[in-house]
């Protein structure tokens, strides 16, 4: 039988040591609290965890949703008498989310369908306040989030999403406003596909008097009663902001692409 | 300084005997259950979540996978028969690895989990993020050793070696430490964090979460959540869990290890109930069981036999001092009458 000399094998354990403590100290690079250090480190560690080992560890932290998110489709149709009709807005929470979390002994992931498309549509929303006001220069202030309700920690932060890496250089560089904004219409052109592919055959299901042309999702937040207003008879009514849309999209139909 | 003798002498005991096996053959046990209950509960919805003509876009993906060290085994055709084929292929990998555990299968079955990971990204939570790393490092070290239906033999095979150093062994028990120390790491970063937020600060931070409609699955948690007496001792018993786990695998206290596991298993009952999140609660319990060492479960299974024990024993004195009229006591074991 062949038995590795001593020293082979001796190598072979330092070598996975040496390649775990590499691990450990990525791992520490990437969960690290924010600093100037840790966004150098972390920039590199991801190259290397990416795709991986990605660590994304919050779990409500650092503070929990304070408005509940949901999501709504409308469908625009053309009549009989050739006049543009539009639906009312209808609740995709009820349908994919309800619908999960009926069958709560082992949910299923349909309502991870729903949950990621709002929160993509927000974020998106947000990048795009963000571009704008950086292009505005240094004069315009405010952090990009939408004035009415704050910049909600999203209800899905639980999810393991990708951190972003920071673009502090964008506000000095026109040319990298440039570049966000072609990532943000990439990322724009993406979540349009999962919007018409969802909402598509839900207009189908409706069988409206006419021919479907148009589809559209849009994103309200409601704000939860304070804990401190929990037991007042009538406490604050509940802030309500539409925090991203995705204005009319062409109708997919069946078997479309 | 480490001397280069007490170097060798490290290295070598790294190689010489095989660690926390229990733990990861249970680990084993948990991230493959849930998994297939994965599969099996979305089995219907499939082609919606994952499919080629599912909510994300195909071409997208395929796109997304050009970039370096990406793969998805999805991506290989856009038909509808090779998607079928490899979903259920994963199905049956991860039924059979659950089962058996050997080494090529956690290569495959590694291979299937990040195929599926892969083609629908925005589908995921915690809990999986922690599979498909806890997947990779898996591959590395032997989950078979118990729980398996080729268990015995492998331990037999432990055991007949030489007490030398193996590479294979150094590679089990480093990546087993990493393990471990991944699943820390998840709490540790958790706890935290959680520890700069004003509402766990504050002692309310389970009273905003429990009135989140995506996971409020029942009107039992926001109800208790109300009480301020529970819903701060909840709150505060979340974080101090979540940042006792790392003393908790440090320590060589066993009780305090067992108890702070306990806690985290109450955690994510509490989690999985209330919130529905129940595929992110058993496989963050599944990464739990590698903080134990094997002691740990081998006296836990000692006092667990103690204690069935002393209630048999207590039981059948008390049959023998049933009253003359009672009803007839069972037939005892054939073992108990020999003697």
């Known amino acids: 039988m062949f038995r590795p000399a001593l020293r082979w094998t001796r190598l072979v354990s330092l070598t996975s040591l040496l390649v775990g403590v590499g691990y450990a100290a990525m791992v520490l690079c990437l969960v690290a609290p924010p600093s100037p250090a840790q966004e150098k480190m972390a920039s590199a560690a991801y190259k290397i965890a990416d795709p991986y080992f990605v660590q994304s560890w919050q779990l409500f932290a650092p503070n929990p949703p304070d408005a509940n998110t949901y999501g709504w489709y409308q469908i625009a149709y053309v009549d ?66 939408d004035p ?110 | 300084m480490i001397s280069p003798r007490s170097l060798t002498s490290r290295l070598d005991r790294l190689g010489t005997r095989p660690q926390r096996l229990i733990g990861l053959a249970v680990a084993r046990i948990g991230l493959g259950a849930t998994f297939v209950l994965i599969y099996l509960s979305n089995l219907q919805y499939r082609n919606l979540l994952w499919g080629p003509h599912g909510a994300a876009d195909f071409d997208q993906f395929r796109d997304s996978m050009n970039s370096p060290r990406r793969y998805s085994l999805y991506m290989i055709s856009e038909s509808t028969p090779w998607f079928n084929a490899v979903f259920f292929t994963g199905l049956i990998v991860a039924v059979l690895w659950t089962v058996y555990g050997t080494r090529p299968l956690t290569l495959l079955h590694a291979i299937f989990v990040w195929s599926l990971y892969e083609r629908n990204e925005s589908l995921l939570d915690g809990g999986d993020n922690l599979n498909r790393i806890l997947v990779i490092l898996l591959i590395f070290t032997t989950t078979n050793a118990y729980f398996s239906p080729g268990a015995k033999k492998v331990r037999a095979r432990l055991a007949s070696r030489e007490p030398r150093p193996r590479a294979a062994t150094s590679m089990h028990n480093v990546a087993a430490t990493l393990v471990v120390f991944q699943t820390v790491v998840v709490y540790a970063v958790a706890g935290l964090w959680k520890v700069v937020g004003s509402r766990w600060r504050e002692g309310n931070a389970l009273y905003y979460i429990t009135r989140v409609d995506e996971f409020s699955t029942n009107s039992v948690m926001p109800w208790l959540m109300k009480d301020p007496f529970l819903l701060t001792g909840a709150t505060y018993l979340t974080i101090a869990v979540q940042l006792a786990i790392v003393p908790a695998a440090l320590t060589r206290r066993r009780r305090f290890r067992e108890g702070v596991l306990l806690l985290i298993v109450g955690m994510h ?63 005892r074991a054939l073992e108990d009458i020999r003697t």
């Open chain 1, 80 to 145: 009989a008498s050739g006049r543009r009709q539009e639906t009312d807005p209808r609740s995709l929470n009820d349908l994919f989310v309800g619908q999960s979390q009926s069958q709560w002994v082992f949910p299923d992931r349909v309502g991870r369908i729903v949950t990621s498309l709002d929160e993509e549509l927000v974020n998106l929303q947000h990048e795009q306040i963000r571009i704008d006001t950086l292009r505005r220069g240094p004069a315009a202030t405010g952090d990009g989030s």
């Open chain 1, 148 to 257: 009415a309700i704050g910049p909600s920690v999203s209800a899905s932060s639980v999810a393991g999403a990708q951190p972003r890496v920071p673009d502090t250089e964008a506000v000095k560089d026109p040319r990298a406003l440039d570049g966000l904004q072609k990532a943000l219409d990439a990322a724009v052109a993406r979540a349009a596909v999962a919007v018409r592919r969802v909402a598509s055959p839900l207009a189908d299901e409706l069988h409206l008097p006419g021919r479907v042309v148009e589809v559209r999702i849009f994103v309200t937040t409601v704000s939860i009663t304070r804990f401190s207003d929990r037991y007042r008879d009538h406490p604050p009514s509940p802030k309500i902001a539409r925090v991203g849309d995705s204005h009319w999209l062409a109708y997919l139909p069946k078997g479309g692409r």
């Open chain 2, 269 to 331: 009952l509490g989690i999985m109930y209330g919130m529905g999140l129940v595929s992110f609660g058993l496989f963050m319990m599944a990464g739990d069981t590698t903080i134990l060492n094997d002691d740990d479960y081998r006296a836990a299974r000692r006092n667990l036999r103690a204690t069935v024990g002393r209630i048999r024993h207590r039981h059948s004195r008390l049959d023998q001092s049933r009253p003359h009229g009672s009803p007839a006591p069972k037939p």
